[in-house]
């Protein structure tokens, strides 16, 4: 396993474990900074995996 890749893994146990799950709401309905923050994590974990 590479080096870019423990670092999203690493990036995607933070994430669980600081911010807001966004999963239990209306993605369509979510204010700009909170669409940011589903896109971010979305983005960290597809690299992790």
Known sequence: MNFR???FRL???LNRAL????WH???TRLSTPRK???A????VT???L
């Open 40 to 43: 971010y994590r979305f983005w």
């Open 5 to 7: 890749k423990q670092g």
């Open 11 to 13: 990036l995607a146990r």
């Open 25 to 27: 709401r209306d993605l």
């Open 36 to 38: 940011l923050l589903a």
């Open 19 to 22: 911010l807001p799950k966004q």
């Open 46 to 48: 597809r690299n992790a």
